[in-house]
């Protein structure tokens, strides 16, 4: 959990951008992931999809093609080609907020992921139900909205068959509340009991 902030009036969210990079065709469903740096301030060490926030001049999209340019040296050619997925919006109670775009992509024809051992530092491709197991035992560390896009993702048996599911999905946003009990901070999504009154 980052840091909480507890002072009463939330941080307005900054826009931001993800994209879920999907390979596979017809026969499986992998999906790229990168790990970020440790030294980083922000989720150090943490397995995200590709994505960062979006620059002054820029749009969601604009700002996801970029990303995925800069943390896994994968060039989309069409930003209109990027299929909105999720939009997730970090919870009031903490004090650094992101209003998230995700997108979801194939890899483009002969495109070979890499990254750049700064910004981030190794990479991987996974299958939905790979990822979930791979942090259950320690091996990867994911957040916890990375982790809810793979519960999302592992009914599918293909990347065709979530690429298709997605262009028909209306995207609605999902705002976590955070709910403070003594010493323990628990995450309420839309729907669980107690989040209205959170």
Same mark, same amino acid.
């Given at each position: ?32 992931? !990168? +790990?970020?740096? *440790? ?5 150090? $060490? ?7 926030? !979006? ?38 109670? !903490? ?5 998230? *775009? ?5 890899? &483009?024809? $002969?495109? +070979? ?26 091996? =990867? ?5 990375? =982790? ?16 298709? *599911? ?6 609605? &946003?999902? +705002? &976590? ?9 628990? =995450?309420?999504? &839309? ?8």
């Amino acid at each position: 959990m980052e840091e909480l902030n507890l002072t009463g009036s939330a941080t307005v969210p900054r826009p931001a951008a993800s994209v879920i990079v999907v390979r596979g065709g017809a026969e499986t469903l992998e999906v790229l992931l !990168v +790990q970020r740096t *440790h030294e980083a301030r922000f989720m150090g $060490g943490v397995w995200v999809f590709p994505g960062g926030a !979006v620059d002054p001049g820029e749009d969601e999209r604009g700002a996801a093609v970029r990303e995925l340019r800069e943390e896994a040296a994968v060039d989309v050619a069409d930003a209109a080609g990027l299929v909105p997925f999720s939009r997730w919006i970090t919870p009031a109670e !903490v004090k650094v907020r992101f209003d998230t *775009h995700f997108f979801v992509t194939p890899l &483009p024809d $002969g495109a +070979q992921p890499a990254v750049d051992g700064a910004e981030c530092v190794a990479l991987g491709w996974f299958s939905p139900r790979e990822a979930l197991l791979a942090h259950a035992r320690g091996e =990867i560390l994911l957040v916890f909205p990375t =982790i809810k896009h793979f519960e999302q993702l592992e009914p599918f048996a293909s990347a065709d068959a979530l690429v298709e *599911h997605a262009q028909g999905r209306e995207v609605v &946003p999902v +705002q &976590p509340r955070v709910l403070v009990t003594g010493e323990t901070a628990r =995450i309420l999504l &839309p729907g669980d009991p107690g989040y209205d009154e959170a």
